[in-house]
């Protein structure tokens, strides 16, 4: 079973940052957080992920709380192109790493 | 980077009959590949976990005689849906994992399986 939680949807402005969350109050110590999308039809696309420093790259931000319970996944310019289905995953890295996949939260961004 | 190819990118066929997804990483190597299927509407779920060369590993309540998977190199797996029902219909995904940077998981474009 999936280990977060996220709210099933969420809109925002085209232009604005997005900021998805997701709580994942009961990862391990060597898990790691990981950010996928998937835009209809398609297979998801890796965006980031992160073990307890905040992370970026060229598609968004990753904010992980100090005590790891939760996190926020920050699109900083949201395009309409960004409208998809978010999902936050903790997984342990390398070998045991398997990816078992939730609900996510469905993005709207809105023109 | 990261390229992963899937072939066909949609299938329909009659009931009964065998449908192999090819999955390819075009641009790196892949020890682990993970397929899974996702029905409307639903959220990804995992099938199986295969090693290049190894047999592999279902999940609980997937038919490991009716999804047949191969993966016999390190940038190519297939997966085989045997004697394929319409409840079969769904969209299948496969993730290899890059050899020599095991953190991050890539997916392929998905294969949308139509059986009448």
Redesign the interface.
Known sequence: DAKTTQPPSMDCAEGRAANLPCNHSTISGNE?VYW?R?IH??????II?GLKNNETNEMASLIITEDRKSSTLILPHATLRDTAVY?CIVSP???A????????TRLTINP | G?V?S?HPSWVICKSGTSVKIECRSLDFQATTM?W?RQFPKQ????MA?SNEGSKATYEQGVEKDKFLINHASLTLSTLTVTSAHPEDSS?Y?C?P?DSSD?????????T?LTVL
């Not at chain 2, 095991?102 to 998905?110: L, R, V």
């Open positions: 790691y996928y998937q039809s398609q297979g998801p696309q890796y992920h999902y890295s390398s070998g790493q398997k990816l078992v996949f939730g609900q996510g | 990261a992963v899937q993970f899974y959220s990804l779920m995992l976990t969209f995904i993730s994992r095991t953190d991050t998981q890539y997916f392929g474009p998905g949308r």
